[in-house]
């Protein structure tokens, strides 16, 4: 787990590291981290946004020392974006196949079933925009096509939207990365900058979860009240 957070705080170190032992290479590693994250239910932990700003950030030959040291962001664009349509494409493939018997135990370590209804909560909310929209909310980016493959969504449908949301997502990121990457507060604070990427990302699932505990209980004291109060009430 320690390992995990280093890596998730470090990026900057992470993909430097990987531009200065694997130059080209590093396109497959960011490649495979993205295609991970959005197609397998299991690896919702990956990094996402935050890989996808700090790629976008050693795009900028600005802001590196030679610009030959860097990655170019009209390949990332490409190459990230096919992994994301692709992870999503398999992971939608997964939830057909599969469907709800992967998530038989409601306290299972990665399977969360709550993961799954959360997102069935999206769906109800945005309907088949949620492709596009969760795109932008971790966790709920890698269930959104796996219960849209349960769901049994026309898959045309589906790839048009994941195609629209995934292009979107990654340059919007990578754009980010690139432009306001090297802003001198933000160079100099990459770890509270990548903390805040994800606090902003996990705000509006985190504020509507806190939503949906606070209707279920006052539904509870609700249905206590009445009991207490009895038939002729």
């Avoid at 929209?133 to 048009?160: E, K, Q, S, W």
């Avoid at 690139?178 to 985190?206: D, R």
């Amino acid at each position: 787990m320690q390992q995990i957070i280093h890596f998730f705080l470090h990026l900057d170190t992470y993909i430097q590291g990987w531009i200065n032992s694997y130059a080209a290479w590093t396109y497959l590693i960011l490649f495979t981290i993205i295609f991970c994250e959005t197609g397998f239910v299991v690896t919702p932990f990956l990094p996402g946004d935050s890989i996808l700003f700090m790629a976008g950030y050693f795009a900028n030959p600005n802001n590196i020392h030679g610009a030959n040291n860097g990655l170019n962001i009209w390949i990332l664009i490409a190459v990230m974006s096919a992994a994301a349509v692709l992870g999503d494409t398999v992971n939608y493939w997964i939830g057909r196949k599969i469907g709800p018997r992967a998530f038989k135990k409601e306290d299972a370590r990665v399977l969360k079933k709550k993961y799954l209804d959360e997102t069935h909560d999206f769906y109800e909310k945005y309907g088949k925009a949620t492709i596009i929209l969760a795109r932008f909310v971790p966790i709920v980016r890698t269930f959104a096509p796996f219960v849209a493959g349960i769901g049994d969504m026309n898959y045309p449908t589906f790839l048009a939207y994941n195609v629209i949301g995934g292009v979107a997502w990654v340059t919007l990121f990578l754009g980010a990365g690139y432009f306001f990457g090297g802003i001198s507060v933000v160079k100099h604070n990459f770890t509270l900058v990548i903390v805040a990427i994800v606090i902003i990302s996990v705000l509006p699932m985190a504020i509507k979860a806190w939503s949906n505990r606070k209707k279920r209980r006052a539904a509870e004291a609700a249905a206590v009240t009445t009991e207490q109060a009895g038939p002729d009430a």
